[in-house]
Protein backbone atom coordinates (compact mmCIF):
# COMPACT_ATOMS: atom_id res chain seq x y z
CA UNK A 1 0.00 0.00 0.00
CA UNK A 2 2.76 2.58 0.74
CA UNK A 3 4.58 1.32 -2.03
CA UNK A 4 1.57 2.15 -4.33
CA UNK A 5 1.30 5.63 -3.09
CA UNK A 6 4.79 6.15 -3.16
CA UNK A 7 4.73 5.34 -7.16
CA UNK A 8 1.76 7.38 -7.60
CA UNK A 9 3.45 10.69 -5.85
CA UNK A 10 6.31 10.08 -7.86
CA UNK A 11 4.36 9.72 -11.11
CA UNK A 12 2.82 13.06 -10.26
CA UNK A 13 5.96 14.72 -9.70
CA UNK A 14 7.22 13.47 -12.59
CA UNK A 15 3.95 14.99 -14.93
CA UNK A 16 4.11 17.91 -13.75
CA UNK A 17 8.05 18.70 -14.11
CA UNK A 18 7.82 17.16 -17.60
CA UNK A 19 4.90 19.89 -18.02
CA UNK A 20 6.82 22.68 -16.89
CA UNK A 21 9.82 21.44 -19.20
CA UNK A 22 7.53 21.50 -21.81
CA UNK A 23 5.86 24.88 -21.69
CA UNK A 24 9.40 26.62 -21.13
CA UNK A 25 10.56 24.94 -24.32
CA UNK A 26 8.18 26.46 -26.52
CA UNK A 27 8.60 29.80 -24.96
CA UNK A 28 12.06 29.92 -25.64
CA UNK A 29 12.03 28.50 -29.14
CA UNK A 30 9.12 30.24 -30.29
CA UNK A 31 7.79 33.47 -28.97
CA UNK A 32 4.26 33.61 -29.07
CA UNK A 33 4.96 37.47 -28.09
CA UNK A 34 7.91 39.19 -28.99
CA UNK A 35 9.20 42.38 -26.86
CA UNK A 36 10.45 44.95 -28.74
CA UNK A 37 12.23 47.79 -27.88
CA UNK A 38 12.71 50.75 -30.55
CA UNK A 39 14.88 53.60 -30.32
CA UNK A 40 13.03 55.99 -32.91
CA UNK A 41 8.99 56.53 -33.76
CA UNK A 42 9.69 56.14 -37.41
CA UNK A 43 11.43 52.54 -36.46
CA UNK A 44 9.27 51.27 -34.22
CA UNK A 45 6.51 51.71 -36.28
CA UNK A 46 7.83 49.47 -38.98
CA UNK A 47 7.86 46.79 -36.01
CA UNK A 48 4.17 47.53 -34.90
CA UNK A 49 2.74 47.22 -38.69
CA UNK A 50 4.89 43.74 -39.37
CA UNK A 51 4.24 41.96 -36.08
CA UNK A 52 0.81 43.11 -35.54
CA UNK A 53 -0.27 41.28 -32.15
CA UNK A 54 2.07 39.51 -32.08
CA UNK A 55 4.67 42.19 -30.69
CA UNK A 56 4.35 44.31 -28.09
CA UNK A 57 6.99 47.20 -29.22
CA UNK A 58 8.51 50.21 -26.66
CA UNK A 59 9.81 52.81 -28.00
CA UNK A 60 12.54 55.08 -26.36
CA UNK A 61 12.55 58.14 -28.66
CA UNK A 62 8.95 60.32 -28.24
CA UNK A 63 7.26 62.90 -30.16
CA UNK A 64 9.87 66.03 -29.98
CA UNK A 65 13.24 63.86 -28.88
CA UNK A 66 16.30 64.70 -31.33
CA UNK A 67 18.25 61.17 -31.98
CA UNK A 68 21.35 62.31 -32.32
CA UNK A 69 21.82 63.79 -29.20
CA UNK A 70 19.66 61.53 -27.14
CA UNK A 71 21.48 59.80 -24.30
CA UNK A 72 19.70 56.60 -22.69
CA UNK A 73 18.00 56.85 -19.10
CA UNK A 74 18.32 53.70 -16.71
CA UNK A 75 14.82 53.09 -17.77
CA UNK A 76 16.14 53.07 -21.24
CA UNK A 77 18.79 50.75 -20.13
CA UNK A 78 16.40 48.21 -18.49
CA UNK A 79 13.62 48.48 -21.45
CA UNK A 80 16.82 47.24 -23.71
CA UNK A 81 17.53 44.76 -20.88
CA UNK A 82 14.09 43.38 -20.80
CA UNK A 83 13.17 43.02 -24.80
CA UNK A 84 13.88 40.44 -26.94
CA UNK A 85 15.26 42.13 -30.08
CA UNK A 86 16.11 45.26 -30.09
CA UNK A 87 15.47 47.16 -33.49
CA UNK A 88 17.62 50.67 -33.91
CA UNK A 89 18.01 53.04 -36.83
CA UNK A 90 21.43 52.92 -37.23
CA UNK A 91 24.06 54.69 -39.55
CA UNK A 92 24.88 56.89 -36.70
CA UNK A 93 21.61 58.08 -36.15
CA UNK A 94 21.72 57.40 -32.42
CA UNK A 95 25.70 58.46 -32.33
CA UNK A 96 25.29 58.52 -27.88
CA UNK A 97 24.05 54.99 -27.98
CA UNK A 98 26.40 53.07 -29.70
CA UNK A 99 28.51 51.62 -27.03
CA UNK A 100 24.78 50.19 -26.02
CA UNK A 101 23.90 48.96 -28.73
CA UNK A 102 27.44 46.82 -28.50
CA UNK A 103 26.95 45.41 -25.35
CA UNK A 104 23.20 43.99 -26.06
CA UNK A 105 24.70 42.58 -28.98
CA UNK A 106 26.28 40.29 -26.95
CA UNK A 107 23.06 38.54 -25.68
CA UNK A 108 20.10 39.24 -28.24
CA UNK A 109 19.39 40.30 -31.56
CA UNK A 110 20.42 43.89 -31.87
CA UNK A 111 19.78 45.12 -35.48
CA UNK A 112 20.43 48.75 -37.43
CA UNK A 113 18.25 48.57 -40.09
CA UNK A 114 20.09 50.60 -42.01
CA UNK A 115 22.75 48.31 -42.06
CA UNK A 116 19.69 46.44 -44.77
CA UNK A 117 19.51 49.29 -47.15
CA UNK A 118 21.96 48.41 -49.72
CA UNK A 119 25.03 50.93 -50.67
CA UNK A 120 23.51 52.22 -53.91
CA UNK A 121 20.34 53.61 -51.93
CA UNK A 122 22.43 55.49 -49.35
CA UNK A 123 22.95 59.15 -49.60
CA UNK A 124 26.25 60.07 -48.65
CA UNK A 125 27.68 62.90 -45.72
CA UNK A 126 29.32 65.95 -47.14
CA UNK A 127 32.78 65.97 -45.11
CA UNK A 128 33.13 62.00 -44.46
CA UNK A 129 32.61 58.97 -45.91
CA UNK A 130 29.63 58.13 -43.36
CA UNK A 131 26.04 57.53 -44.52
CA UNK A 132 23.45 60.05 -44.27
CA UNK A 133 21.54 58.11 -41.27
CA UNK A 134 17.73 59.95 -42.33
CA UNK A 135 16.84 56.87 -44.62
CA UNK A 136 13.18 57.17 -43.48
CA UNK A 137 12.78 59.74 -46.19
CA UNK A 138 13.37 57.54 -48.81
CA UNK A 139 10.07 55.52 -49.25
CA UNK A 140 11.90 52.81 -51.33
CA UNK A 141 14.84 52.63 -49.04
CA UNK A 142 12.48 52.03 -46.13
CA UNK A 143 10.18 49.30 -47.89
CA UNK A 144 13.84 47.61 -47.54
CA UNK A 145 14.00 47.76 -43.96
CA UNK A 146 10.03 46.54 -43.93
CA UNK A 147 11.49 43.64 -45.42
CA UNK A 148 14.72 43.24 -42.98
CA UNK A 149 11.99 43.79 -39.60
CA UNK A 150 9.85 41.31 -41.01
CA UNK A 151 12.75 38.40 -41.68
CA UNK A 152 13.80 38.97 -37.66
CA UNK A 153 10.69 38.69 -36.58
CA UNK A 154 9.96 35.52 -38.34
CA UNK A 155 13.51 33.92 -37.27
CA UNK A 156 12.07 34.74 -33.54
CA UNK A 157 8.53 32.70 -34.07
CA UNK A 158 8.85 30.55 -37.10
CA UNK A 159 5.16 29.77 -36.41
CA UNK A 160 3.98 33.75 -37.48
CA UNK A 161 6.48 33.69 -40.33
CA UNK A 162 2.64 33.76 -42.47
CA UNK A 163 1.15 36.38 -40.60
CA UNK A 164 4.45 38.68 -40.96
CA UNK A 165 4.82 38.14 -44.36
CA UNK A 166 1.10 38.69 -45.12
CA UNK A 167 1.06 42.65 -43.01
CA UNK A 168 4.30 43.70 -44.39
CA UNK A 169 3.26 42.71 -48.08
CA UNK A 170 0.02 45.00 -46.88
CA UNK A 171 2.23 47.97 -45.28
CA UNK A 172 4.42 47.74 -48.35
CA UNK A 173 1.36 48.40 -51.11
CA UNK A 174 0.60 51.27 -48.36
CA UNK A 175 4.34 53.06 -48.78
CA UNK A 176 4.00 52.57 -52.06
CA UNK A 177 0.83 55.03 -53.01
CA UNK A 178 2.44 57.00 -50.51
CA UNK A 179 5.25 57.19 -52.45
CA UNK A 180 2.94 58.26 -55.27
CA UNK A 181 1.31 60.69 -53.94
CA UNK A 182 4.16 62.42 -52.98
CA UNK A 183 5.64 62.28 -56.49
CA UNK A 184 2.32 64.19 -57.77
CA UNK A 185 2.09 66.61 -55.08
CA UNK A 186 5.89 67.89 -55.28
CA UNK A 187 5.33 67.94 -58.83
CA UNK A 188 2.76 70.72 -58.52
CA UNK A 189 5.34 73.28 -57.15
CA UNK A 190 6.94 75.28 -59.85
CA UNK A 191 10.38 74.70 -60.41
CA UNK A 192 12.35 77.70 -59.36
CA UNK A 193 10.28 77.11 -55.89
CA UNK A 194 11.68 73.68 -55.23
CA UNK A 195 14.01 74.62 -52.59
CA UNK A 196 13.65 73.16 -48.69
CA UNK A 197 14.99 75.35 -46.43
CA UNK A 198 14.98 73.24 -42.89
CA UNK A 199 17.18 73.96 -39.21
CA UNK A 200 19.39 70.88 -40.30
CA UNK A 201 20.02 68.13 -42.90
CA UNK A 202 17.05 65.40 -42.70
CA UNK A 203 15.61 65.84 -45.89
CA UNK A 204 18.37 64.91 -48.17
CA UNK A 205 16.56 61.31 -49.23
CA UNK A 206 13.08 63.24 -49.70
CA UNK A 207 15.02 65.68 -51.66
CA UNK A 208 16.71 62.99 -53.77
CA UNK A 209 13.27 61.09 -54.29
CA UNK A 210 11.23 63.42 -55.19
CA UNK A 211 13.45 66.55 -56.72
CA UNK A 212 13.52 69.12 -54.32
CA UNK A 213 17.54 70.95 -53.54
CA UNK A 214 17.62 71.20 -49.82
CA UNK A 215 19.47 73.28 -47.37
CA UNK A 216 19.96 72.71 -43.58
CA UNK A 217 21.43 75.59 -41.87
CA UNK A 218 22.93 72.45 -39.39
CA UNK A 219 24.88 69.61 -40.66
CA UNK A 220 23.77 66.00 -40.99
CA UNK A 221 24.01 65.92 -37.32
CA UNK A 222 22.17 68.32 -34.44
CA UNK A 223 25.85 67.77 -32.88
CA UNK A 224 27.27 69.72 -35.33
CA UNK A 225 27.49 73.83 -34.13
CA UNK A 226 26.30 76.37 -36.60
CA UNK A 227 27.50 80.13 -36.94
CA UNK A 228 26.79 82.94 -38.07
CA UNK A 229 28.07 82.70 -41.53
CA UNK A 230 26.18 79.67 -41.98
CA UNK A 231 23.01 81.88 -41.40
CA UNK A 232 24.27 84.77 -43.77
CA UNK A 233 25.06 82.16 -46.14
CA UNK A 234 21.32 80.63 -45.69
CA UNK A 235 19.88 84.28 -45.72
CA UNK A 236 22.06 85.00 -49.26
CA UNK A 237 20.63 82.39 -50.70
CA UNK A 238 17.01 82.97 -49.66
CA UNK A 239 17.37 86.21 -50.90
CA UNK A 240 19.04 85.82 -54.06
CA UNK A 241 16.55 83.06 -54.95
CA UNK A 242 13.18 84.65 -54.11
CA UNK A 243 12.86 81.60 -51.66
CA UNK A 244 9.39 82.69 -49.71
CA UNK A 245 9.32 79.78 -46.92
CA UNK A 246 11.18 77.69 -44.62
CA UNK A 247 10.70 75.23 -42.44
CA UNK A 248 11.02 74.23 -38.61
CA UNK A 249 11.39 70.72 -37.14
CA UNK A 250 9.63 69.01 -34.22
CA UNK A 251 12.75 68.03 -32.50
CA UNK A 252 14.28 71.16 -33.02
CA UNK A 253 14.04 74.53 -31.04
CA UNK A 254 12.85 77.25 -33.60
CA UNK A 255 15.68 79.89 -32.75
CA UNK A 256 17.76 78.80 -35.70
CA UNK A 257 15.94 79.03 -38.31
CA UNK A 258 14.34 82.32 -36.89
CA UNK A 259 17.48 83.85 -37.15
CA UNK A 260 17.40 82.85 -40.90
CA UNK A 261 14.24 84.46 -41.27
CA UNK A 262 15.23 87.79 -39.33
CA UNK A 263 18.42 88.08 -41.51
CA UNK A 264 16.50 87.62 -44.62
CA UNK A 265 14.04 90.39 -43.40
CA UNK A 266 16.77 92.64 -42.80
CA UNK A 267 17.74 92.65 -46.58
CA UNK A 268 14.19 93.16 -46.83
CA UNK A 269 13.24 89.85 -48.34
CA UNK A 270 10.01 88.66 -46.59
CA UNK A 271 10.44 84.43 -45.67
CA UNK A 272 7.63 82.88 -43.80
CA UNK A 273 8.04 79.75 -41.49
CA UNK A 274 5.96 77.42 -43.97
CA UNK A 275 4.84 75.21 -40.72
CA UNK A 276 6.57 72.68 -38.83
CA UNK A 277 7.98 69.67 -40.44
CA UNK A 278 8.41 65.96 -38.54
CA UNK A 279 12.13 65.24 -39.58
CA UNK A 280 13.84 62.99 -36.77
CA UNK A 281 10.80 62.39 -34.72
CA UNK A 282 6.89 61.72 -35.16
CA UNK A 283 3.96 63.28 -33.64
CA UNK A 284 2.17 62.18 -30.53
CA UNK A 285 1.04 59.20 -30.59
CA UNK A 286 -2.83 58.42 -31.37
CA UNK A 287 -2.75 61.23 -33.92
CA UNK A 288 -2.30 60.72 -37.68
CA UNK A 289 1.50 62.78 -37.47
CA UNK A 290 1.92 60.07 -34.75
CA UNK A 291 2.32 57.15 -37.62
CA UNK A 292 5.18 57.06 -39.93
CA UNK A 293 2.35 57.41 -43.10
CA UNK A 294 1.14 60.38 -41.46
CA UNK A 295 3.57 62.63 -40.46
CA UNK A 296 5.57 61.90 -44.22
CA UNK A 297 1.98 63.00 -45.56
CA UNK A 298 1.88 66.06 -43.39
CA UNK A 299 5.42 66.92 -44.53
CA UNK A 300 4.24 66.59 -48.19
CA UNK A 301 1.52 68.89 -47.86
CA UNK A 302 3.33 71.57 -45.67
CA UNK A 303 5.60 71.89 -47.84
CA UNK A 304 3.20 71.97 -51.32
CA UNK A 305 1.24 74.31 -49.11
CA UNK A 306 4.09 76.65 -48.22
CA UNK A 307 5.74 76.46 -51.75
CA UNK A 308 3.42 76.47 -54.21
ZN1 LIG B 1 18.66 64.35 -38.09
Request: contains cysteine; glycine residues 8%; charged residues 25%.
Given at each position: ?????????????????????????????????????????????????????????????????DPHL???????????????????NGLHL?G??????????????????G??V?EEMLLGADDSDAHDPHIWFD??A?????????????????????????????????????????????????????VLVTAHDAFKYFGHA?GLEVMGLQGLSTDSDYGLRDVQVLVDT???????????E??I???SI??V??????????????????SD????????????????????????????
Amino acid sequence: MKKWLTSVVVAIVAIGLLAGCNSEDTTTEDLDEINVTATTGQVADVVKNVGGDKVKVESLMGPGVDPHLYQASQGDIKKLDEADIIFYNGLHLEGKMDTIFQKMSKDKPTVAVGDSVPEEMLLGADDSDAHDPHIWFDIQAWIVVVDAVEQELSKLSPDHKELFKENATNYKKELEELDEYAKKQIQTIPDESRVLVTAHDAFKYFGHAYGLEVMGLQGLSTDSDYGLRDVQVLVDTLVDRKIKAVFVESSISENSISAVVEGAQKQNHDVVIGGELFSDAMGKDGTEEGTYLGMFKHNVDTIVGSLK
